[in-house]
């Protein structure tokens, strides 16, 4: 007999399609200098090979503790009751980069998944946003699942 774990893993393609769903939020996990794990809500995009990536500003918490250690874990998960909980576990390391070019394509792909955000209409005001940000590229190892929308109700 199957286990239930495995019973409510997704696929491969499951996870993309799940994490590609517009106004998911990424939390990201970092370390901080004493051990103590430092945890943010975050937007995301994709860069143009299907990268995880997330803006920031360059002198944040999380890029701090990124570029002393860059191991992360983030969650992204979504449901209200038990029948209903989806998520995707991520772990790895991350890179970090100030090419303006990635830094704008992931501005485009945030906004569109969440036009709810801020967004900046005009070149100066793109131009002054990015150049106070850092692309966080998420190179992941691991991807732990689960759709408990799968047990049909039953737990």
């Known amino acids: 007999m199957a286990s239930r774990r495995s019973s409510v893993a997704m696929t491969d393609d499951e996870i993309d399609a799940y994490l590609h769903l517009s106004g998911q939020v990424l939390n990201l ?3 901080q200098r004493n051990g103590v794990p430092h945890l943010t809500a975050l937007f995301y995009g994709f860069t143009g090979d299907n990268r995880i990536g ?7 918490q999380k890029v701090v503790n990124l570029r002393r250690d860059p191991r992360f874990s983030a969650l992204v ?3 209200d009751r038990y029948a209903e909980l989806c998520g995707v ?10 090419s303006p070019r990635l830094k704008a394509a992931l501005m485009d792909s945030t906004s569109s998944r969440y036009p709810q955000g801020p967004v900046q209409d005009s070149a100066d005001g793109r131009r002054r946003v990015l150049s106070k940000r850092v692309a966080v590229l998420l190179n992941v190892d691991k991807r732990h699942s689960w759709d408990h929308r799968k047990l049909g109700g039953a737990y």
């Open 77 to 79: 998960e979504s449901g």
């Open 89 to 98: 576990h991520l772990t790895g390391t991350v890179e970090l980069s100030d």
């Open 29 to 31: 996990a970092t370390i």
């Open 54 to 60: 997330i803006l920031t500003y360059e002198s944040s």
